[in-house]
């Protein structure tokens, strides 16, 4: 059996959905962080920890699925996970004291983890080249529609009800996915072209990948372009609500603005495919992306007041990340074996959203008086994306 029989293309819309379900859980209750801090009688830096421990874990736990799907296949695993994540968000519902709400976290992105995981394993096994990068492009829109939109979502369930009806609300998104997986999604990875490694030399298959630059450099193009999003998503409450005086509901309004914006560079992006390369796009999203970070580093700089330039400076930066994203996903896969995509998945996911974590918990730990630490981390990880393009671009690709 080949790839071909097994399935003629990736199945966009059942991994889009199944992505965004497992995406939205890392912010969908961030409305009600004051909630929960006082419902749980802890100070509100400790319930802030909940996202960098979310993103830590759905980085960490990516090394141990990919090699898992590797081996006993996609559809399996996937179903397990979201098992998991499911559990998970029903435990967290009922949670009574913080440790149990971290600990149900960690368990709740185990699950999550292998949505991403798994998607772009079945991308590779499915299609190549072009193809690939298209495909992959839906993935970068649920991976950044669902952290944005979900504070949008919490802020009227926590409303409505309380902070426990959002991970009530994952807790039905996971069970429909569940099904819907069950149902529709075929396995993508024959038996025969399964490599399962062996647990002792799971580490120097990391290391054989981490060593293919190609790869590497792709997978840290997409963490540090991405980062700004993480950045953006940690500080904006704070920088609006708190520093600027807005309104839950403008602010609610201000967040789903940015999707919009990601999701049109995205389109834009499978567009030029026709016409310019993909190293090409990926070197203009880069230029957007670090050009945002250099104005919003004026406007920190500038201590300004309202939000309107941080929303500009941070949207340039979005639409040059739209431009990244699906093409690096495509463009590190590519560069592997289809036989060991679930490995490269983990392992790209794990610098990812290990730069993420890193971020986030970093940002969580300083004080923001105002849009200043938030600028120079967004101007940081943009610049790293930059010039990593480069360096891949002009002594990689050149070379090869």
Partial sequence: MTKKQVQKQAPIAVLFTMLFAGQIASTIFLPGLPSIAVELQIPRSIVQIMVPVYLAAFASTQLIIGPLSDKFGRKPIVLLGILLFTFASYLCANANDIQTLLLCRVA????????????????????????????????????????????????????????????????????????????????????????????????????????????????????????????????????????????????????????????????????????????????????????????????????????????????????????????????ALNSVKPEIAGSASALGGFLHFGWGALITITLANIEMTSSFVFSVAQLTTTSLALTTIIILNFIFNRNS
Wanted: with cysteine; aromatic share 12%.
């Fill in 108 to 331: 709740q992105a185990t699950g999550a983890c292998s949505t991403l995981v798994i998607s772009r394993a079945i991308i590779r096994d499915t299609s190549e080249g072009l193809a690939a990068a298209k495909a992959m492009s839906y993935v970068a829109i649920a991976m950044a529609i669902g952290p944005i939109m979900a504070p949008f979502i919490g802020g009227f369930l926590t409303g409505w009800f309380s902070w426990r009806a959002t991970f009530l609300f994952t807790t039905l998104i996971g069970f429909i996915i569940l099904i819907l997986i069950s149902i529709n999604l075929k396995e993508t990875l024959p038996k025969e072209m399964r490599n399962p490694p062996k647990l002792g030399t799971l580490f120097s298959n990391y290391i054989d990948l981490l060593k293919n630059k190609k790869f590497t450099a792709y997978s840290l193009i997409t963490a540090f372009a991405s980062g700004a999003m993480q950045a953006y998503v940690v500080s904006s409450p704070i920088i609006f609500i708190v520093l600027m005086g807005v309104s839950p509901e403008v602010f609610g309004f201000y967040v789903m603005v940015m999707p919009s914006l990601f999701v049109l560079a995205t389109f834009i992006s499978r567009k030029l495919m026709d016409y310019i390369s993909v190293d090409q796009i990926i070197i203009i999203g880069g230029i957007f992306s670090c050009s945002g970070g250099v104005l919003q580093l004026f406007f920190g700089i500038s201590e300004v007041q309202t939000p309107m330039p941080v929303l500009i400076a941070f949207a340039i930066s979005n639409f040059g990340t739209g431009l990244v994203l699906g093409n690096c996903y495509a463009a």
